[in-house]
């Protein structure tokens, strides 16, 4: 998976907001990039630390957009960092 930083410069502002304003958006913008990912060959660890990236860049930059994204938001700032492997590991299986 591309480095979120880079991806998000590299998105518009509207991609972006059509990604994060709807959940079913962003699990299917997320399961999109899981299934390239397994056509690439990764393997679920693999995926798993891409979701994480991903997931750390959205708690750090992006401020949630719907209900759904709050409670994630929620509990990954205060998982450690073993349970953020977890939850990430539960979003790969959530988008397949």
């Known amino acids: 998976m591309a480095d979120p930083k880079k991806a998000a410069a590299n998105m518009g502002e509207d991609k972006k907001d059509d990604i994060m304003q709807n959940y079913e958006s962003f699990k299917n913008y997320l399961g999109d990039k899981v299934h390239k990912g397994e056509k690439l060959g990764m393997d679920d660890e693999q995926l798993t630390k891409g979701a994480k990236r991903v ?10 957009r719907n209900r759904e994204e709050k409670v994630l938001n929620e509990l990954w700032n205060v998982a450690n ?5 977890h939850m990430a590991h539960v979003l ?3 988008t397949k």
């Open 81 to 85: 960092e073993e349970e953020r492997k």
């Open 55 to 64: 997931a750390d860049y959205l708690a750090e930059y992006e401020q949630p």
């Open 92 to 94: 790969v299986k959530l």
